[in-house]
């Protein structure tokens, strides 16, 4: 099996720092402010509280009303943060580890949550700013790990292409000057 790179460890540090914080602040919405569902609370501005099960996925797509949906669910979102873990391992890309650590946290952040309540707790409300979904820490850095791994594919896709153009031009010029 591939030694853990440094950076492999720090994306798994990452998503552990991620599962930590997303709990610790569903357990101070659920039992210190004891949000409950549909109550909402003003922050600053268009930031709002408001309790929210959501038996779906992030931003509440695909609604798992039948409890066999949850289990599927949370088993998904386990295979997943697995692959994901065994895959960034061996990384050696910074941008790729950050993402994939988010992503890896906020998914078992989440599937704690559907494992010990059946849905998961959403409570960070923007529907002020025109935001139209109530979504939580965990959904958070699912969202911002999925734009920087695209972002990391981008710009590994334009590495090799650099690299590509660069070998055929050393072969023009070897060509060139063989001749």
Not at 63 to 86: E, K, M, N, P, T
Not at 99 to 121: K, Q, S, T, W
Request: glycine fraction near 8%.
């Amino acid at each position: 099996m591939t030694a853990v790179t440094k950076l492999g460890r720090m994306a798994l540090a990452l998503a552990l720092v991620i599962v930590v914080a997303d709990q610790a602040v569903k357990y101070w919405i659920l039992e210190v402010l004891r949000l409950s569902e549909g109550q909402t609370i003003a922050v600053l501005g268009p930031l709002h509280l408001t309790g929210v099960w959501n038996p779906g996925v992030s931003f509440g797509f695909l609604q798992a009303q039948h409890d066999l949906v949850r289990w599927l669910l949370a088993a998904f979102s386990i295979v997943v943060a697995g692959v994901l873990a065994l895959w960034v391992r061996s990384t050696e890309r910074p941008l790729f580890a950050v993402a994939v650590g988010l992503v890896i946290g906020g998914a078992v952040g989440n599937v704690i949550d559907r494992i010990r309540f059946g849905a998961v707790e959403d409570f960070v409300d923007l529907s002020r700013a025109y935001f139209p979904w109530v979504f939580n820490v965990a959904d958070s850095a699912i969202s911002i790990g999925i734009c920087l791994l695209l972002l990391d594919m981008l710009r590994q896709d334009g590495r090799e292409r650099a690299a590509k153009a660069a070998a055929e031009a050393t072969a023009e010029t070897s060509q060139g000057d063989a001749s």
